[in-house]
């Protein structure tokens, strides 16, 4: 998925990513940055990320998605 940071609190980890498809809240999972190259994130960052089992953001990165028609390279 693809997104937008909206909130990112850099003390405690917490934060919500708005999705690109249909602008709902994503809540960041407390291991979203765990092998990513961001220490932090701020906000209007816009980042790629999955869902883990529990709906929240997980496996934050930096590109677009490819179904979205762009590559890493245009953004």
Do not use: H
Not at 46 to 75: C, H, Q, W, Y
């Amino acid at each position: 998925m693809q997104g937008v940071v909206k909130i990112y609190d850099p003390l405690t980890g917490e934060g919500i990513v708005m999705t690109d498809v249909d602008r709902s809240d994503v809540v960041l999972a407390a291991d979203a940055l765990e092998g990513s190259i961001f220490r932090i994130l701020r906000q209007g960052q816009r980042v790629v990320f999955d869902l883990d089992r529990k709906g929240r953001a997980t496996k934050i990165r930096m590109g677009s998605e490819p179904d979205m028609g762009m590559t890493t390279a245009e953004v």
